[in-house]
């Protein structure tokens, strides 16, 4: 009787933060490169009122047979809460500085660099984004809506800030990856290659906001020490499997609605279930009180 009232608060808890993880969902539906979220459940431990038994045997043979566990759970629990990472519906802008991935990789981000541009690895925080909305600083590089630097490989062959000088006359981004403006004086030039970090386990990585992923070591880097160490470790678009760049367009949220409304009445059913095996139980428990009068 009181296990069931225990029961059902661990699942209202549940389908509780289930409708967190949804709500959340929902609010994000338009946010360019979100990954929706997912929430799964487990059984709580159970309490044994007796254990199995094997087969009574006598004589080798079995004169009575076996009898299995009796047992009573105790309500459910959180599993997990996964980051979908699943590709979501490409927007066409046409605005040459808004950019979406097709295929696997994720947009690397960095928050300073050296006198010289280039960036320095392990001396600085790396993050790592899909949402491709991009911008040109007062200095002319690429940044996000957060001031992070886009990276790539530059001149030299190092990582560092891409930036496209205040005369340039037009600019242009190539499915590799390749960053090119035309000069007034030299013509096209290039000023870097994007580069993008391809990882076997995207949903390790830690969600930081602002669009934006922090390494784990849950996120299964495709290098030999499970860190970025050097430019290498990072691929070119289009090349070792990483993905294509797409000018002009935006991967937009890959929140169904229809799925999360659906999901949404699931959760608020099994809340509401749940509250009646607490009532129940109350209504039980009252009438154990009344034998006394």
Do not use: C, W
């Amino acid at each position: 009787m009181l296990r069931s009232m225990y029961a059902g608060i661990s699942g209202m808890n549940g389908f509780q933060t289930k409708l967190d993880v949804i709500g959340n969902n929902i609010a994000n539906v338009n946010t360019s490169g979100y990954k929706k979220g997912r929430v799964t459940f487990q059984d709580m431990m159970s309490q044994s009122l007796s254990g199995a038994e094997g087969p009574v045997m006598q004589g080798g043979n079995a004169i009575r047979g076996g009898v299995n566990p009796s047992q009573v759970g105790l309500g459910s629990q959180v599993g997990s809460i996964d980051n979908i990472h699943t590709v979501g519906n490409r927007q066409t802008t046409n605005r040459a500085l808004d950019l979406a991935l097709e295929g696997d990789g994720m947009f690397v981000l960095g928050e300073d660099a050296n006198a010289d541009g280039n960036f320095t690895f392990g001396g600085n925080e790396m993050t790592f984004t899909r949402a491709g909305n991009f911008y040109l600083d007062d200095d002319g590089y690429v940044v996000n809506p957060d001031g992070k630097y886009l990276l790539g490989e530059v001149d030299g062959g190092g990582l560092g800030k891409i930036q496209i000088p205040e005369d340039a006359e037009s600019f242009s981004i190539q499915g590799t990856g390749e960053v090119t403006y035309v000069d007034p004086e030299d013509g096209a030039t290039t000023a870097g290659t994007i580069r993008l970090a391809k990882f076997s386990n995207p949903g390790g990585l830690q969600k930081l906001g602002a669009n934006t992923y922090q390494l784990t070591a849950n996120a299964g880097v495709y290098t030999d020490d499970g860190n970025f160490d050097s430019i290498d470790d990072l691929v070119i678009p289009g090349q070792d499997g990483g993905a294509s760049v797409v000018s002009g367009a935006l991967e937009m949220s890959n929140v169904d609605l229809a799925e999360e409304f659906t999901e949404m009445i699931t959760a608020q059913r099994g809340f509401q279930a749940n509250t009646r095996i607490i009532t129940t139980s109350d209504e039980i428990l009252q009438e154990l009180v009344n034998l006394k009068r």
